[in-house]
């Protein structure tokens, strides 16, 4: 009698399932390693501190931060200077007429003296030349103004010079560190990768930013305080010509 034997077939199927379920498994962890290195290098990147980089743009970067500090400090010094220099007294002009009409020029004086202000010693400088033509007084008052004006206007031309300056300093750092690039690509030759080629452009633009960053600041201040001077002229020439015609007032 004889006997057949014939092969399991299921064997063979669960062997094939539990394969293809392992290259599965495999596969789908490998895509989670890759997942989480990209994560990894994105949240490196993103963690990437203010300092860290500046420290990228190299030794230009001190010189543009200093002038990124005296651009503010000047800015709020001559922010308060101008500042107190255009307050006004309304009683000011009113208490004046009545020491000149009254005769009591060195209480006219002291008032100016006491009070402090461009205007005050605008005026003052034109009661001291009362009893001289008109002329001389104005030229007095012209020539006192031009001082306190430029009192105020202290410092500017430096304040303008930042203002141009500090993007030359951030094209001279981009240009250095495009020049260090192309010099690292050169050494390296053909084994030179893209990643060579974009840290140094990366490091070169952040000159850039920064010294375009420095020279807007610079530029805005520089305009705000020319603005406040000019309001302060203004109104010295209409204090000067308020006091022209109390001289000329019949007695």
Same mark, same amino acid.
Request: aromatic letters at 8%; charged letters at 15%; glycine letters at 8%.
């Given at each position: ?8 077939? $299921? ?10 379920? +392992? ?5 789908? /962890?490998?895509?989670? &390693? =890759? ?22 743009? $190299?030794?230009?970067?001190? #010189? ?18 101008? @500042? ?10 009113? @208490? ?11 209480? /006219?004086? %002291? ?5 402090? &202000? #461009? ?11 009362? $009893? ?10 012209? %020539? ?10 202290? !410092?500017? #031309?430096?304040?303008?010079? &930042? ?9 001279? $750092? ?21 990643? &060579?080629? +974009? ?7 952040? =000159? =850039? ?5 420095? !020279?807007?600041?610079? *530029? ?15 109104? *010295?020439?209409?204090? =000067? ?9 019949? /007695?």
């Amino acid at each position: 009698m004889l006997t057949l034997t014939i092969p399991s077939a $299921g064997n063979e199927y669960v062997d094939t399932l539990t394969s293809a379920a +392992s290259d599965t498994t495999a596969s789908l /962890a490998d895509t989670a &390693t =890759t997942a989480a290195d990209a994560t990894a290098n994105a949240a490196s990147v993103a963690s990437l501190s203010f300092w860290d980089l500046c420290m990228q743009g $190299g030794i230009l970067m001190i #010189p543009i931060g200093v002038l990124l500090l005296f651009s503010i400090y000047f800015f709020i010094e001559r922010w308060i200077v101008i @500042r107190s220099a255009n307050r006004q007294d309304d009683s000011f002009m009113r @208490r004046i007429k009545d020491y000149i009409h009254e005769g009591e020029i060195e209480s /006219a004086l %002291n008032l100016c003296k006491n009070t402090g &202000t #461009p205007y005050a010693r605008l005026i003052g400088k034109g009661i001291s030349r009362i $009893g001289r033509p008109m002329s001389d007084v104005l030229v007095a008052i012209e %020539n006192t103004g031009n001082i306190e004006i430029s009192k105020l206007s202290k !410092g500017l #031309p430096w304040l303008a010079t &930042t203002a141009s300056g500090a993007p030359m300093l951030g094209f001279l $750092g981009t240009v250095i560190g495009m020049v260090q690039a192309f010099y690292n690509i050169s050494a390296q030759g053909s084994s030179a990768d893209i990643a &060579t080629f +974009s840290g140094g452009i990366y490091t070169a633009l952040v =000159t =850039t930013i920064a010294g375009l960053i420095v !020279g807007i600041v610079a *530029l805005f201040a520089y305009n705000i305080l020319v603005a406040k001077i000019n309001n302060v002229m203004t109104s *010295l020439e209409g204090k =000067t010509m308020e006091f022209m015609d109390l001289l000329n007032e019949p /007695a």
